[in-house]
């Protein structure tokens, strides 16, 4: 079976085509120029972005694979969390769809997908496991017992990672997203210039904090006035190396909490280099598997939608043209 998958939970308009025999068919991604000036995503002007790019894509994407139309067996959108007036840009067309064709229509939870991307490039989720999730709107590990058995273990208690990543940008002046813009400053700059806070470190204690360490960025860079580059590269070199060694931390005192084997890494910021090098090194220490989805399936892409649906339809699931759409809810065990 076919499956076409839709992904609009925030700025990305992103599509997909897989099937299980030839995995990933094609995908093809839309992204929106239009929040650069703002330093982060502007929610109106991104569903409105979603409704012009979501049928060109949809055209060029079966063009491009060959695929045509009456070939799809299935439609799955992200559905639930992210941003409300885009969900509902890629739910309706799903929905549309999935009606003109008689097939069935799931939504996917985007964490979930996230999770799940980590199959794309092959191999199969290894249970029991931990997950660090950490992306621009979540910063979460998880406990995974079995497929669809998701407990959350820890998460941020105020700002996400890559939510942080971004400010710290747009404080220095790098643009946006702040994720990129960051590595590659901080390539050149003395990651132990800056003494920056690690927060919520007492042992046992599985949540993150960064919006302390948002504020210890600003303050040093009011403090300093005018920053040359090699002030610029060396604050961002000390910010990243800031937020990727809490991550590192935690996740490895969870798996080892938890006694689970293997470890995965899932989100934007899953593309960071600092964070999988140094989360690899890590669990190698400790005997712990490491795995970590390909580049191309860290940040927000219809292919880990369209592979997530699979899993969803493929056990007969079909939410309808009553699917709905919800900015926030709790990834947990199917069923509950």
Known sequence: MIVLGIETSCD?????????????????????????????????????EHMRALVPVYEALLAQSGVGADAIGGVGAANRPGLIGSLLVGVSFAKSLAYARGVPVVGVHHIEAHILSNELGGETLQYPCVVLVVSGGHTALFHVREQGGYRLVGSTRDDAAGEAFDKIAKLLGLGFPGGPAIQKA????????????????????????????????????ESRGTLDARAIHDVAASAQAAIVEVLIEKTVACARAQRVRHVYLAGGVAANGPLRAGLKEACAARGIAYHAPLLEYCTDNGAMIAHTAHVHLSRGRDDGLDLDVRAREPLGPWGE
């Open 186 to 221: 901080a390539e050149s700059g003395d990651p132990r210039a800056v003494d920056f806070p690690r927060a919520m470190r007492e042992r046992g204690n599985p949540d993150f904090s960064f919006s302390g360490l948002k504020t210890a960025v600003r303050l040093h860079v």
């Open 12 to 48: 990305d308009t992103s599509l997909a085509l897989y099937s299980e025999a030839r995995g990933v068919i094609a995908q093809l991604t839309a992204s929106q120029l239009a929040h650069d000036a703002f330093g982060g995503v502007v929610p109106e002007l991104a569903s409105r």
